[in-house]
């Protein structure tokens, strides 16, 4: 007699093997909290500056998620490079929420919506993303990004974001990325004041 198992074609709870692939934590608060106090997104409080506290959760509310990750890896037996990046990036986070900057200085989300995707067939099976450990190609369909900083910057679009969009930085290499978007929107922004200002001074040229 065949077992429910064998009919429904599934696995005995009992005989399963654990899973080494850590499982990314909910980030849904996360991004509530963000999307109240990020310059660029449309708040509940129109044109209020966020307050500290509001700033800070949302470094404490990263940190928690990116240490769930960590801790559910030292089951998964990490790499120590992984691991090691990891709790850099919390204890960055840890120490912002203690003394949180004025307004948050991410990037924008469409920075991060225009990426280079990487194609799964470019993927190698030795490939993981820096930050949650786990293999690329585990996922079936994966979402894997490259950073403008470097070709061998490669993530997890879902792990990379929300570092992204809090703190603006390459997690490897520190490159600022926020600072250039701000720096090209400055830029854009002198730009119509010059050409008006050329347009003025060639009526009496």
């Not at 293999?135 to 061998?152: G, M």
Request: hydrophobic letters at 30%.
């Amino acid at each position: 007699m065949s077992t429910y198992e064998v009919e429904h074609n599934t696995t005995d709870p009992g005989t399963a093997t654990p899973s080494t692939h850590r499982r990314r934590p909910d980030l849904s608060t996360f991004f509530a909290t963000l999307s109240e106090i990020s310059p660029d997104e449309a708040r509940t409080r129109q044109h209020a500056v966020p307050v500290p506290r509001d700033v800070s959760a949302a470094f404490y509310s990263l940190a928690e998620a990116f240490d769930l990750m960590r801790r559910e890896g030292e089951h998964s037996a990490p790499t120590e490079g992984d691991n090691d990046l990891l709790t850099q990036m919390i204890q960055s986070l840890l120490s912002s929420a203690e003394t949180p900057p004025r307004e948050v200085e991410g990037v924008s989300e469409e920075f991060c919506d225009v990426l280079d995707r990487v194609p799964k067939a470019s993927l190698k099976p030795s490939q993981s993303c820096p930050i949650c450990g786990n293999a690329f190609l585990e996922d079936q369909y994966p979402l894997v990004v490259r950073l403008p900083c470097h070709s061998t910057h490669l993530f997890d679009l879902e792990c990379v974001r929300p570092w992204l969009r809090l703190r603006g930085t390459c997690p490897l290499d520190r490159t600022d990325f926020a600072k250039q978007e701000r720096e090209k929107a400055e830029a854009r922004r002198k730009k119509p004041v010059e050409d008006d200002e050329e347009e003025w001074d060639g009526m009496y040229g």
